[in-house]
């Protein structure tokens, strides 16, 4: 499987000549969802969806489909017939070639006053890559590449260190980096990389790696 490190969270995993995009959202590269046979959409804020870049990738390739919550479903199910599927937690679906699990309900807690959204996190491949969205959901099973949230509005580092611990990945590749600049992103790499228990990496925006 190939991975491709795009900007903020979204992620390009490919395998067998088969495309599944995780999160183009309003960081993330105008053409990021372009040429995806699937794409998976964790909740409705715009750093992870953005309605136009998806309807563009829809229209784009005919064949291609949208798994994710309600929330984000309804606003596309209309205008794409039979191509936008609602999923909550412990659906299993396959997308792409992908096999996928769901986990998770809720958006991590960004203060008590906003109101919690629905999240979803999708675990690839029975373990081989799991990317939370915005929360720190840990999945009933054994996972090799944790897509790593790495700085967020409702987040700190000692919870991100606790969240691999917890998690105990073979490996945990930083997403959601977009406001992290580079000046603190050795401050992060060496913290986590001394206490998380797991091998910590980052890729540059567009750089891919084998998993």
Known sequence: MKFT?????????????RTLVIDPGGFSEPDAALGADAVLVTHEHPDHFDEGRLRTALE???????????????????????RVHTVGHGDTFTAAGFDVQVHGE?????HPDIPRITNVGYLIDGGKVFHPGDALTVPDRPVETLMLPVMAPWN????????????????????HDALLTDLARPIYD????DLADAEHLR?????????
């Open 5 to 17: 490190k795009k900007s903020h969270s979204c992620v390009r995993l490919e395998k067998d000549g």
């Open 60 to 82: 784009a390739n005919p064949e291609a489909e949208i798994w994710t919550l309600k929330s984000v479903a309804d606003q596309l199910a209309a205008a794409f017939p039979g």
């Open 106 to 110: 809720l958006h991590a807690v960004i």
């Open 156 to 175: 700190k580092i000692s919870e991100v260190i606790e969240y691999v611990r917890e998690v105990e990945p073979r490996r945990a590749y930083d997403i």
């Open 190 to 193: 060496r913290q986590i990389g």
């Open 203 to 211: 890729l540059a925006p567009g750089a891919s790696a084998e998993l």
